[in-house]
């Protein structure tokens, strides 16, 4: 009777989570009903349970449950019914409506009320029908799924008459898979066996692939009906782990791609190797952090809309320190770029430690608005919208920079300094502002990644120390000064990193992608898409 | 003969610079050893491990500044060549145990048996002979260098692309040595050790002589490094300095000379390490961050690239600050650390030899010009 014991369980769980106590009879009712059951023979025991079972309360199947085990027992003084818990020679006797303890009784003083095969089936089909025709679907299906964990040949009757009144589709599902592993492990004739198989391969999940793999090594048609079901859900599983997996690449891809857009501009874009990238991504992130301090100080009401406030904050934080960097130190080294990279790295350290001098050394908490927290799956990938909306946003600054660069002023006499600084010097292009704005530019796109990666990422001193080498790596196997190639170099790693990580581990699979990436560089020197050029020396 | 030939490479700075080490090499481990404690001479053996390990850094910086002050490649992974000759005396040092670790396992180093491993790993073999693993110091390196360079030259990656992918492989191998199925200890590393050539490592004799070897080997590779310099081939090396492409033309195999120096400078990095572990008694992985061998170009900096003599004076001023600081004002270092990477690429091209040539040179020939070699004009934008 294991599947009764479960779903008297289903039923005291659910009863547990409705407080509103909403199918429960009075207890001197229920107790009357109850009382019945120690009244005489077989007929009226059933009676009684019939009885019990129309009152639909939500504490009849452990009552039932244990009559099944042959632990409810008649006081012989008063005829009254009880729980009989053994202790020692004699019972401890438990109300059966109230759970008040009745106090002990001696072995002569009380009578087990008498079960048979008619009784049991009695009982079975009042718990089924009390717990799989419940009227909270929460319920049915719960009871669906716990038979569908015992399949226990038992249950079947009581499912047969759920599952002819059940209205609600998913839960006539469960139903049915329930069913049909209940069956399998009844002796029903072979035939209906392999049409259960084919009932619970449709299923598809994960359980029935647990299910199945008990029956794959049977003989005979089932056995071999079996291993096809479970072949077929291994397929389809797997082809659900891809979807995973090429979601968390377009997660991981569009995380790098933040990162590695500002430096596609700055390194890029100016030929500026800037270690110090990953301090400005960090300088956005804590941007954030204030912003959110501020608002849950002062006005606690916003706190909604603090990311949003926090773009425009991190955006000009971030830029600013950009332009400071390029005006004091960068401007010297122009077309020195290893000394550039040497002095960068020092303002990265100094950067560093200031914002521990400020902050601590320690995370800092940045909180989720209420829009961006949750999940919600699509088939069987299960998507966070924090992911969604960075995913989205990275593909939003990526656009907006082309829009810039191609659209803009700006962004014209950015590619003309590029393309030949002297020539655009000699059209009256100011050379040094640009300069200071193109490398601003990509320092407050750096600040903008640093709010969305607050999202994901732990707030610290040393936010930025993880991600400059993975930007380098994205802009350098997209090819230098090809904002495309940045779009497809991060998509790229991205899901290819995602991809072997089922197979080698996180940490192989990032060792074997940055070799890779080492020997496609000895390959395709300047990247995947290299800007042509005849310059012997670029 | 040889010797003799390596002897009259030396210039006069040279001369100088081996004949003060040799003289460290004596005269430091006997004010150690022989001068009674409290003597004004009296150099204590926590002094004498320190500046040991100063040595070492050193000759580290001595083979950056040979690939980045005489032939332009700016090695951001030299760390790694470290660290790689540093594990190859560390796992000597582990196979020296024997049964006297925590577990007692007469052959496998305590981390196995914690992992519950039963055989040595095929890469372990033979590191108990002291031949082999001085073998090894040298070939690891060497080996991966060669296949490193061979690639990465061939197909002229130059430059900044040549710095980045150093990084990243100094950046994979820390993530490779941080994984405990790599058979290496994991993050813990390789410590606890006790002997070395049947000498207990703790002992003030063994330190003595490892600081004497850590000072002659300095010396070494500075006569080595010198005749490489002073050789036609370090003029060729220069060239390509300051115009690769420009000494291509002419019909140098330029790749072939960039690999020769670029291995060489990678063993000696790997000496450098298998000398630093005994002393400092512990290997792990950060020895591979990629922030440790920036730290290693900006010894060259501070000191000189493209003397000789810089890069010892550098190594040894800016780990003198750093053991100052950290131990004095930690909250300064990294400012202080940040700020000379700045001041010294804005201000002190040449660094402080750089800057000390400048101030002679004012002094006894005020009408000579610098010829300012240190600047690589054009070349690689």
Redesign the interface.
């Known amino acids: 009777m294991r599947f009764l014991r479960l779903l008297a369980i289903v039923a005291a769980l659910a009863a547990g989570l409705q407080p509103a106590l909403a199918g429960r009879i009075a207890d001197a009712d229920l107790s009357a009903r109850v009382a019945a059951l120690g009244a005489g023979g077989f007929d009226e025991v059933e009676t009684a349970i019939t009885d019990l079972a129309a009152t639909g309360d939500d504490r009849v199947p452990a009552i039932l449950d244990r009559l099944g085990e042959g632990e409810l027992m008649v006081r012989k003084a008063d005829g009254a019914v009880f729980f009989a818990d053994k202790a020692g020679k004699d019972y401890r006797l438990t109300d059966p409506v109230t759970g008040a303890d009745a106090g002990p009784a001696p072995k002569a003083t009380v009578e087990k009320i008498k079960v048979n095969n008619r009784i049991r089936r009695a009982i079975a089909s009042a718990v089924g029908a009390l717990t799989l025709m419940s009227p909270d679907p929460a319920v049915r299906r719960a009871a669906a799924e716990a038979v569908m964990k015992s399949a226990d040949a038992a249950a079947l009757p009581a499912l047969e008459q759920a599952i002819a009144v059940e209205t609600v589709p998913d839960i006539r599902a469960a139903m049915v898979a329930a069913r049909a592993t209940a069956l399998l492990a009844s002796d029903a004739p072979e035939s209906d066996k392999v049409a259960a198989i084919a009932a619970i391969a449709d299923l598809g999940s994960r359980d029935a692939l647990g299910f199945l793999s008990g029956y794959t090594s049977a003989d005979g048609a089932v056995g071999d009906a079996a291993r096809k079901a479970a072949a077929a859900i291994e397929s389809r599983l797997m082809l659900w782990d891809m979807g995973q997996n090429l979601w968390y690449g377009l997660s991981l891809g569009s995380v790098l791609l933040l990162a590695a857009i500002g430096l596609a501009i700055t390194f890029g874009v100016m030929g500026v190797i800037n270690m110090a990238h990953g301090e400005m991504v960090m300088l956005g992130a804590y941007a954030t952090f204030t912003v959110q301090e501020v608002i849950r100080t002062s006005w606690p009401g916003l706190f909604d809309y603090s990311l949003l406030i926090a773009l425009p904050v991190a955006f000009l934080t971030a830029a600013l320190a950009g332009i400071l960097i390029e005006r004091s130190v960068i401007r010297w080294l122009y077309g020195r770029p290893l000394e550039t990279l040497l002095a960068t790295w020092g303002v990265s350290l100094i950067l560093q430690q200031a914002v521990r001098s400020l902050y601590g050394a320690n995370n800092r908490e940045v909180g989720n608005p209420s829009w961006m927290s949750g999940s919600f799956s699509v088939g069987d990938i299960q998507v966070t919208w924090t992911r969604l909306w960075i995913i989205l946003f990275a593909l939003a600054v990526f656009l907006a920079l082309i829009a810039v660069l191609k659209r803009t002023r700006l962004g014209l006499e950015m590619r003309a300094v590029t393309q030949n600084r002297q020539m655009a010097a000699a059209v009256g292009i100011r050379t040094p502002l640009v300069d200071a704005l193109t490398f601003g530019l990509g320092s407050g796109i750096a600040g903008l990644a640093g709010v969305a990666l607050s999202q994901i990422d732990n707030v610290s001193p040393n936010l930025g120390r993880g991600y400059i080498i993975d930007s380098f790596m994205v802009v350098v196997f997209g090819g230098v000064g090809n904002l495309w190639g940045t779009l497809v170099g991060a998509l790229t790693l991205g899901v290819a990193n995602k991809m072997l990580e089922p197979y080698a581990g996180a940490v192989l699979g990032k060792i074997i992608l940055l070799l890779a990436i080492i020997l496609f560089i000895q390959k395709r020197p300047r990247g995947l898409f290299a800007l042509k050029g005849r310059a012997v020396e670029a | 003969m040889i010797t003799s030939f390596l002897i009259d490479s030396l210039d006069r700075r040279g001369r100088i610079v081996v004949g003060l080490l040799v003289a460290l090499a004596l005269l430091v481990p006997a004010g150690n050893l022989l001068v009674p404690e409290g003597s004004a001479f009296h150099v204590s053996t926590y002094q004498l491990t320190l500046f040991g390990k100063y040595l070492t850094y050193a000759l580290l910086a001595l083979s950056v500044d040979l690939v980045?002050g005489y032939c332009g490649i700016?090695s951001?992974g030299h760390g790694a060549f470290f660290a790689l000759g540093g594990y190859a005396m560390g796992m000597y040092l582990m196979r020296q145990i024997g049964a006297r670790g925590v577990y007692a396992d007469p052959v496998l180093p305590d981390f196995m048996v914690f992992l519950n491993w039963k055989e040595l790993p095929w890469f372990w073999h033979g590191f108990d002979m002291a031949w082999y693993a001085l073998l090894m110091v040298i070939l690891v390196p060497g080996l991966l260098a060669l296949l490193?360079g061979w690639?990465?030259f061939?197909?002229?990656?130059?430059?900044?692309?040549l710095?980045?992918?150093t990084?990243?492989?100094t950046?994979?191998l820390l993530?490779?040595f941080?994984?405990n199925d790599m058979g290496f200890g994991g993050n813990n590393g390789l410590t606890d050790f006790k002997d070395i050539v049947g000498f207990p490592i703790q002992a003030p004799g063994t330190r003595a002589a490892l600081f004497a070897a850590s000072a002659l080997m300095l010396a070494l590779g500075f006569v080595v490094a010198s005749a490489v310099v002073r050789s036609k081939l370090g003029k060729v090396l220069v060239a390509i300095r300051d115009a690769?492409?420009r000494t291509r033309f002419i019909g140098y195999r330029v790749e072939h000379y960039k690999l020769f120096v670029w291995t060489l400078s990678a063993v000696m990095a790997g000496v450098a390490g298998a000398l630093y572990v005994p002393q400092v008694g512990i290997i792990n992985p950060s020895e591979f961050d990629?922030?440790a061998s920036?730290e290693a170009?900006?010894w060259v900096?501070v000191g000189g690239r493209g003397t000789l003599v810089g890069p010892l004076i550098g190594a040894v001023a800016v780990n003198f600050g750093k053991t100052w600081f950290t131990g004095a004002l930690p909250?300064v270092w990294?400012?202080a650390?940040?700020?000379?990477?700045?001041v010294?690429?804005?201000f002190l091209?040449r660094g402080i030899v750089g800057l000390w040539d400048r101030v002679v040179s004012r002094r006894t020939k005020p009408a000579k010009e610098m010829d300012g070699s240190g600047r690589?004009a054009?070349?690689?934008?």
């Open positions: 980045w700016l951001l490193f690639l990465s061939r197909s002229r990656v130059t430059g900044v692309y710095s980045i992918i990084q990243a492989l950046y994979a993530l490779a941080f994984r690769e492409s990629p922030a920036i170009v900006i900096a909250e990294l400012y650390l940040g700020a000379l990477f700045v010294v690429t804005l091209p690589r054009g070349e690689a934008a």
